[in-house]
């Protein structure tokens, strides 16, 4: 039987591959790990059967740092990046060394450092995902141009506010809260809007409860197999409020004319979310030396599982066309046979 939705797949996953539990089964023949591909960070970097795992992490991040370098924007400095991944590292031990390589991949391309604050790279159930928050999002839409400003906000049942969408720009959105409240009551709803350079404001976009709840049943897999493994860690557990912050700012992307790069912010976030390859191409693996090498087993098993990922991942969904006929050689053209005036006129006198 087919497995439609995302809650089919991690049911299916979880119950019928209980041995796998700490790393998802893959979801097609491509996303198959090539079996010389070591299974965790610590089996990548083994040789000193003493080394702790924020040694073997620091091992292997050290024969990536120059590619993940290159992948930053050319305004960010390395430095603050790289320690941001190496204190993130010790966590993802137990991660498959490609989804680590993705997610950092990801992060280092968009310039948003996994320290918490922007982005963060987790481990979800042995595989590595790079996941933006909404102030992630705020920089993005900021750093490119089109956007001046973004708020995004939640209005809680102590506050004052109105919404008209009817209402002309910027009186169809007022929002006030009384700072003198310790307690603003529950959360009634996110919402968020951007100013653009030219000094127009956005189209206010709303996220209710149940809306965020939706979205999270719908497209989080860290979510579904948190509930079904009776963990309950995954963010929308442990910080449900934040995430549906980040559903409202995501929602921008259709009331505002957002650059390529937060439209590609947008789909690695939900193909995060939906367990999918994140970035399309691994770099070439550099052996220790730092140079590009195909005698490196481990490094060229890395690249070979990304690729065919990142591969599986691109490729049309549609049918190839038939080819159109063609004309055969060596065939002449049968030119249609003219008849004179006269012969038409003695074939009708014959007729009569």
């Not at 966590?91 to 280092?108: D, F, G, R, W």
């Not at 400003?149 to 969408?165: H, L, T």
Request: glycine share 8%.
């Amino acid at each position: 039987m087919a497995l439609t939705t995302l809650r089919d797949r991690v049911l299916a996953n979880i119950t019928e591959a209980p041995a796998m539990r700490g790393r998802p089964a893959p979801a097609s023949a491509e996303e198959a790990p090539v079996p010389a591909a070591p299974a965790t960070l610590e089996e990548a970097a083994a040789g000193d059967p003493v080394q702790e795992s924020a040694d073997a992490a620091l091992t292997w991040l050290g024969r990536y740092e120059g590619h993940i370098t290159d992948a930053l924007p050319s305004h960010m400095q390395p430095g603050p990046f790289l320690a941001a991944v190496r204190a993130v590292l010790p966590k993802l031990c137990s991660c498959n060394p490609a989804s680590v390589l993705q997610a950092t991949l990801t992060a280092a391309r968009f310039g948003l450092v996994p320290d918490g604050r922007v982005a963060v790279i987790t481990n979800e159930f042995g595989r590595a995902t790079f996941i933006p928050t909404y102030r992630g999002y705020i920089e993005l839409m900021e750093r490119s141009g089109r956007v001046a400003s973004v708020r995004v906000g939640m209005v809680y049942e102590g506050d004052e506010y109105a919404y008209e969408p009817s209402a002309p720009s910027p009186l169809d959105f007022t929002h006030r809260q009384d700072p003198a409240l310790k307690d603003r009551g529950k959360p009634l709803f996110a919402y968020a809007f951007a100013w653009s350079t030219g000094g127009h404001r956005s189209q206010v976009v709303t996220v209710n409860r149940e809306e965020a709840e939706e979205i999270r049943d719908k497209h989080s897999r860290a979510y579904l197999e948190a509930e079904v493994s009776g963990k309950r860690d995954s963010f929308w557990h442990t910080d449900f409020d934040a995430m549906w912050w980040k559903t409202a700012a995501r929602q921008l992307e259709k009331v505002v004319p957002l650059s390529a790069e937060v439209r590609a912010l947008v789909e690695a976030d939900r193909a995060g979310e939906e367990g999918r390859v994140q970035v399309l191409h691994a770099p070439e693996a550099p052996a220790c030396g730092g140079t590009a090498t195909s005698g490196d087993p481990e490094a060229a098993a890395l690249v070979a599982e990304a690729d065919a990922a990142g591969t599986a991942a691109d490729a049309s969904q549609e049918t190839a066309p038939a080819s159109l006929p063609r004309k055969r050689a060596g065939l002449k053209r049968v030119q249609p046979k003219r008849t004179t005036r006269a012969a038409r006129t003695g074939r009708a006198g014959r007729r009569s």
